[in-house]
């Protein structure tokens, strides 16, 4: 009778349990068939008109179109992007504020003293949206022609030489002391608030040297005003096609981008994020978004969550090293 007893105890505790899930997925099920029903917050925590700003603009545009609800797009720059980030994280995790971010979400824990996130607990990966491989380039005075000419340079005039980096801790900067510390190289780093600045001063061969990602690189390079050394890709890229890549040109290992993606606070519901992980692979598939971010020097992609999950992780762990070896630090 015992038995029996424990018996019809376990059996209806699994129903329970079986009628709790499943109320509980059918509800979820429910949220994400009606979202969104009103509009959404994109946070960018850079400065509109950059990379970050013109990938975010994009996807809200196409996203507004499909789902008839107005995705905005708000600017919040600070902190080197922390400002922003932080305040994602905060908010309410139902769909209704999401977070564009770029490489240096996942940078800043190694950089920063204090930071108000956590890359991995604080945030519900949606998709990678674009990368844009990092590029040298130099000044038509310097002789060099590739990268293997170019640390011959450096090594033979320690000290002369000096390149130009777009933001302490952006992933052209890293590119630039991962290229110093693999090779031993004698050159000295400046910094510039912006990547037109940093192009800038290298055009004026006050810096003969420079570390950007491609975009606002891509007009002097073919226009001859700088010289395109490599592109720091596994691939070539569609915007210049006759740029070789630092593999082809026998220097490995200095692969960079800087990425951009879409997060949201964690907690939010699975089925929200996978409406929007599907919105990204479709959007990313599209000829025409194709089309746009390979002239702008983008290359598209579309992640699932974990895969995106497993590059914030490798990210995070390879230029970590690299910080603490270069000593870079921000209060």
Not at 16 to 35: C, F, K, P, R
Not at 69 to 98: C, F, H, K, S, W
Not at 162 to 178: F, I, K, V
Not at 195 to 205: D, F
């Amino acid at each position: 009778m015992r038995t029996l007893a424990v018996r019809l105890f376990g059996f209806c505790a699994s129903l329970a349990a079986s009628l709790v899930i499943g109320g509980l997925l059918a509800a979820t099920s429910e949220a994400a068939d009606g979202y969104p029903d009103h509009k959404v917050h994109m946070i960018v925590p850079f400065a509109a008109g950059g990379p970050t700003d013109v990938i975010g603009r994009l996807v809200a545009e196409r996203l507004s179109d499909a789902w008839g609800q107005q995705l905005y797009v708000e600017d919040m720059p600070g902190a080197g992007g922390n400002l922003g980030v932080e305040t994602a994280a905060r908010a309410a995790p139902d769909g209704y504020t999401i977070v564009v971010v770029s490489t240096g979400f996942i940078i800043n824990p190694s950089m920063y003293s204090k930071i108000g996130y956590d890359p991995i607990k604080d945030f519900a990966p949606i998709s990678l949206v674009a990368a844009s491989p990092n590029v040298v380039t130099v000044n038509p005075t310097v002789p060099a022609k590739n990268l293997k000419e170019l640390i011959d340079l450096i090594k033979a005039n320690p000290g002369k030489y000096s390149y130009a980096q777009p933001a302490t801790g952006s992933t052209p900067h890293l590119a630039g002391e991962l290229f110093k510390q693999t090779y031993n190289l004698d050159v000295v780093t400046v910094p510039f608030n912006g990547a037109p600045l940093a192009i800038n001063s290298t055009l004026g061969n006050h810096t003969p040297i420079a570390f950007t990602a491609l975009p606002p690189a891509i007009g002097t390079i073919k226009d001859g005003t700088l010289r395109g050394i490599a592109i720091l890709a596994k691939e070539r890229v569609a915007a210049l096609p006759d740029l070789p890549t630092n593999i082809e040109e026998g220097v490995p290992g200095l692969e960079s981008d800087t990425l951009t993606g879409i997060l949201a606070p964690a907690g939010t519901p699975k089925a929200i994020i996978d409406k929007w992980n599907a919105a990204i692979v479709t959007m990313a598939a599209d000829p025409d978004v194709k089309k746009k971010l390979d002239t702008l020097g983008f290359i598209p992609i579309a992640s699932s969550p974990d895969q995106f999950e497993d590059r914030i992780k490798s990210e995070a762990a390879r230029w970590d090293k690299v910080i603490k070896a270069a000593g870079i630090h921000v209060d």
